[in-house]
């Protein structure tokens, strides 16, 4: 009988890859079924108690150019990153990134009535991804940490490029690129005070025995 450990097939679903594929899925779901009208990020909805849509909102795309530049992101993002993660923390950083977009939007941009696209998270994953390689002494990761900084800044100045702009046919909202570069930064630097706290308690536990 083939046990768990070494079931190969068990192994990608559960694996970062498999979480990946997941929201992939979901995501070609969503848009296949036009759910628009009620999963977008509405402002309007938001106030009358529809909360979800804060979510939601990440993971419908206005057409098929939008929807593949997004998951090509995703899964770009992921090979580059792939040792930074396991399955329940991609899938618990993904969620929490979700929430922090849709809120950030909603807080801090009263002037954005509608917004679909995961291209915020997208930027929110790739600067935790970043600072990880910082972490880990990877020279790369300053690099592209500079980067991406300034291509949000560049953003949010210039705006977004008309080649992009004509191939998802809707304005990129490239609030949701700041909002999403800062959520990542600020989940990579509240894991590192935890895990800061967390050798801090066990060295000094190991100390008191």
């Known amino acids: ?28 779901g969503l848009f296949l079924l036009n759910v628009d009208d009620i999963l977008a990020y509405r402002r309007l909805a938001i106030e009358q ?17 939008h929807l593949v ?14 040792m930074h993660y396991s399955a329940f923390g991609l899938l ?4 929490v990134l979700c929430v922090l977009q849709g809120l950030g939007l909603y807080l801090f941009y009263p002037s954005l009535l509608g917004y679909v696209g995961l291209s915020g998270v997208l930027h929110g994953l790739f600067a935790y991804g970043v600072i990880q390689d910082c972490r ?3 020279k ?5 940490l500079l980067g991406v900084i300034a291509k949000v800044a560049y953003e949010q100045i210039q705006g977004a490029s008309p080649e992009v702009i004509k191939l998802i046919g809707a304005r990129v909202a490239t609030e949701a690129h700041l909002v999403g570069l800062i959520s990542g930064l600020l989940c990579a630097g509240i894991l590192f005070i935890i895990q800061h706290i967390y050798r801090h308690y066990s060295l000094g536990n190991k100390t008191i025995h």
Do not use: E
């Not at 498999?18 to 995501?27: H, T």
């Not at 108690?49 to 150019?65: A, E, F, K, M, V």
């Not at 618990?92 to 969620?95: A, I, R, Y």
């Not at 790369?140 to 592209?144: A, K």
């Open 140 to 144: 790369s990761g300053y690099l592209l």
């Open 92 to 95: 618990l950083l993904f969620l």
């Open 49 to 65: 108690d529809q909360w979800w849509r804060l979510i939601s909102g990440n993971l419908l795309h206005t057409n098929d150019w």
């Open 1 to 28: 009988m083939t046990t768990v450990n070494n079931d190969p097939v068990l192994k990608k679903i559960t694996s970062p890859y498999g979480i990946a594929l997941f929201i992939s899925l979901i995501c070609i």
């Open 69 to 82: 530049m997004n998951l090509g992101g995703l899964w770009a993002i992921l090979l580059l990153h792939r």
């Open 136 to 138: 880990i002494g990877l």
